[in-house]
């Protein structure tokens, strides 16, 4: 037969096992590589607009500015995406440290 599970209740809150110095550290990684997208964009379609399409035929004007479109897209998209993952790390920092001020008694897993 089965054995019944014991339901034990949980006497850690999930802030206990964020380590503060990992969300700084991540954050400021993931606000490096969106640095970087950002760059790699820019110069990707500051290239792509000085030096124009030189084709007369249709289809391959329409398939090379599609090209161009999507690596731009690709690059603007990793630089939001990005950027949004550093926001949301240091954010998280933030309302950790709040809530471990608020409830001091809290331990922090620092070590």
């Keep these: 037969m089965t ?19 990992r969300c700084i550290t991540n954050g400021l990684m993931y606000g490096g590589v969106a640095l970087v997208f950002y760059k790699l ?11 124009p399409i030189q084709s ?15 690596v ?4 603007t998209m990793g630089t939001v995406l990005f950027s949004f993952l550093s926001v949301g790390v240091m954010l998280l ?9 608020i409830k001091p008694n809290v331990p922090s897993s620092n070590g």
Aim: avoid cysteine; proline fraction near 3%.
């Design 93 to 101: 920092a933030i309302y950790v440290s709040i809530q471990r001020l």
């Design 72 to 75: 731009v897209g690709l690059f």
């Design 41 to 51: 964009t820019h110069i990707i379609a500051e290239k792509f607009a000085n030096k």
């Design 3 to 21: 054995e019944p599970t014991s339901k034990t209740p949980q006497t850690t809150s999930q802030t206990d096992t964020i380590n503060l110095f």
């Design 56 to 70: 007369e035929n249709f289809t391959v004007i329409q398939i090379s500015t599609a090209v161009r479109t999507l």
